[in-house]
Antibody, heavy 122, light 109 residues
Framework: QLQLQESGPGLVKPSETLSLTCTVS??????????WGWIRQPPGKGLEWIGSIYYTGSIYYNPSLKSRFTISVDTSKNQFSLKVFSVTAADTAVYYCAKIQQLRYYYYMDVWGKGTTVTVSS | DIQMTQSPSSLSPSVGDRVTITCRASQSISSCLNWYQQKPGKAPKLLIY???NLQSGVPSRFSGSGSGTDFTLTISNLQPEDFATYYCQQSYSTPPLFTFGQGTKLEIK
């Protein structure tokens, strides 16, 4: 059974770069039927899609977010990653990674990691 | 950008009730609409995909309907474990660009 696990620092200082990794187990990140995504949830608020990546390296970002985010994939390690540059307190959130299933032209997030809490504070 | 609006933002039903949550898209999204359930401190869980398809393992009291701009999630015979927050999500484009609704919180009456 495919599982996802986020990892990264729980505390980041303002203006620094946040780096998170999602490790995929029980399946291959190189499947042509999947995309891989990052979603975040600020405390007490709703879900926000950050971006998605295909195993070939094609990347799609939320156009509503400023360009401080970079997503990458490492197929040799079965991992994909998120970097957030110049973080502020507004980036404090639980960050989730998710598997995005493709079924014809339908896409849905059917497997999620447990989430990792990131706090931006000096 | 496609905006998703859920209503109501909160609801206080009783166990055994039939609950309907509505999600409206700012433009037609065909049937590219998914529903998730989230409990406090937990990751979201997929309930319904492509507007009306029940995800494997999800109880049949959950159902989804709609197409175009208007969608509903219905929970029949509400159970204690169903008190949670529900989100709709659109995925209308290839490759997909996702937008979530703001969420609907079911609170115990």
């Amino acid at each position: 059974q495919l599982q996802l696990q986020e990892s990264g620092p729980g505390l980041v200082k303002p203006s620094e770069t946040l780096s998170l990794t999602c490790t995929v187990s029980g399946g291959s990140i190189s499947s042509s039927d999947y995309y891989w995504g990052w979603i975040r949830q600020p405390p007490g608020k709703g879900l926000e899609w950050i971006g998605s990546i295909y195993y070939t390296g094609s990347i799609y970002y939320n156009p509503s977010l400023k360009s401080r985010f970079t997503i990458s994939v490492d197929t040799s390690k079965n991992q994909f990653s998120l970097k957030v540059f110049s973080v502020t307190a507004a980036d404090t959130a639980v960050y989730y990674c998710a598997k995005i299933q493709q079924l014809r032209y339908y896409y849905y997030m059917d497997v999620w990691g447990k989430g990792t809490t990131v706090t931006v504070s000096s | 950008d496609i905006q998703m609006t859920q209503s109501p933002s909160s609801l206080s039903p009783s166990v055994g009730d039939r609950v309907t949550i509505t999600c409206r898209a700012s433009q037609s999204i065909s049937s590219c609409l998914n529903w998730y359930q989230q409990k406090p401190g937990k990751a979201p869980k997929l309930l319904i995909y492509a507007a009306s398809n029940l995800q494997s393992g999800v109880p049949s009291r959950f159902s989804g309907s709609g197409s175009g701009t208007d969608f509903t999630l219905t929970i029949s015979n509400l159970q204690p474990e169903d008190f949670a927050t529900y989100y709709c999500q659109q995925s209308y484009s290839t490759p997909p660009l996702f937008t979530f609704g703001q969420g609907t919180k079911l609170e115990i009456k």
